[in-house]
């Protein structure tokens, strides 16, 4: 899908903050604009992305 490619494009290249990409694969899901394979491959990115940034914080411990 299209959506999805626009998507993965954002997040490879670091255009977006996470909170609101987050929120916008979340209605993109909803709305169907993305299958539940591209979510989970796109959240995956997310993360990854942000934890090699170092923003996201491990609560343990």
């Not at 490879?12 to 909803?30: C, G, P």
């Amino acid at each position: 899908m299209r959506t999805a490619r626009l998507c993965k494009l954002l997040i490879t290249n670091d255009r977006y903050t996470y909170d609101d990409m987050y929120a916008k694969l979340d209605l993109f899901l909803m709305l169907n604009r993305i299958t539940e394979e591209e979510y989970v491959e796109l959240t995956g990115l997310l993360v990854g992305t942000e934890a090699s940034k170092g923003s996201i914080v491990d609560d343990v411990g």
